[in-house]
């Protein structure tokens, strides 16, 4: 079955580490996006790519960076300049040739101590 | 950007009610998502619709763009029901892409 991956679901940190969460898509989607999301609070946008090899920042990419490598995985780390790392992490894809709409993953809780 | 708004912000019903929430977004967009966020954090999507009416069972969305809002409605709720609903409105940014901009939320709690 097609969808998004993301790994791992839960993950512990300890601060002034960089971490990497993992996306991996094989729905042959171009375009990927990663959310952040606070305790009842609604999405915001970090970064996106719409094909390999480019990404562009989102309205809070700060202290985040990504790789589009291949087309499939979308790695987001978050490093040690992030000031309040802790929070639900969702990622995103659709295809970008035409408006479509928007496919999730599990999301990964990132808690730092 | 384009901004979207959510209304109302929680929401509490017994179960067995009807209920509607509104998605207003303050430019217009190329399409209108809505999805459903359970307990776990899964986002599901429920809709896209960039206008008129669609039906899923006791779930309905209806989106007017020229007005700029969406509805969505859920008859005979049930206690699955409760999460947050979120919409998402496509805006089309420069250099041809398609940003979503997520509103931020109705939480709805359907008691039984």
């Known amino acids: 079955d097609g969808g998004i991956t993301q790994s791992p679901k839960y993950l512990f940190r300890k601060e002034g580490q960089n971490v990497t969460l993992s996306c991996e898509q094989n729905?042959?989607?171009?375009?990927m996006y990663w959310y952040r999301q606070d305790p009842g609070q609604g999405l915001r946008l970090i970064y996106y790519?719409?094909?390999?090899?480019?990404?562009q920042k989102g309205d809070i990419a700060e202290g985040y960076s990504v790789s589009r490598e291949k087309k499939e995985s979308f790695p987001l780390t978050v490093t040690s300049a992030q000031k309040n790392p802790t929070a639900f992490y969702l990622c995103?894809?659709?295809?970008?040739?035409?408006?479509?709409?928007?496919?999730f993953g599990n999301g990964t809780r990132l808690t730092v101590t | 950007g384009i901004q979207v708004e959510q209304s109302p912000p929680d929401l509490i019903l017994q179960e067995g009610a009807n209920s509607t929430l509104r998605c207003n977004f303050s430019?217009?967009?190329?399409?209108l998502q809505w999805f459903h966020q359970n307990p776990w954090g899964q986002l599901i999507n429920l809709f896209y619709?960039?206008?008129g009416t669609k039906q899923n069972g006791r779930l309905s969305a209806t989106t007017v763009a020229t007005e700029r809002y969406s509805l969505l409605y859920i008859s005979s709720s049930q206690t699955t029901d409760s999460g947050v609903y979120f919409c998402?409105?496509?805006?089309?940014?420069?250099?041809?892409?398609?940003?979503?901009?997520f509103g931020r939320g109705t939480s709805l709690i359907v008691h039984p």
């Open positions: 430019d217009s967009v190329n399409n």
């Open positions: 995103a894809s659709r295809l970008s040739q035409v408006v479509s709409p928007l496919h």
């Open positions: 998402a409105a496509h805006d089309h940014a420069s250099g041809g892409s398609y940003i979503p901009t």
């Open positions: 729905l042959n989607h171009d375009a």
């Open positions: 619709i960039p206008s």
């Open positions: 790519s719409q094909i390999v090899n480019d990404f």
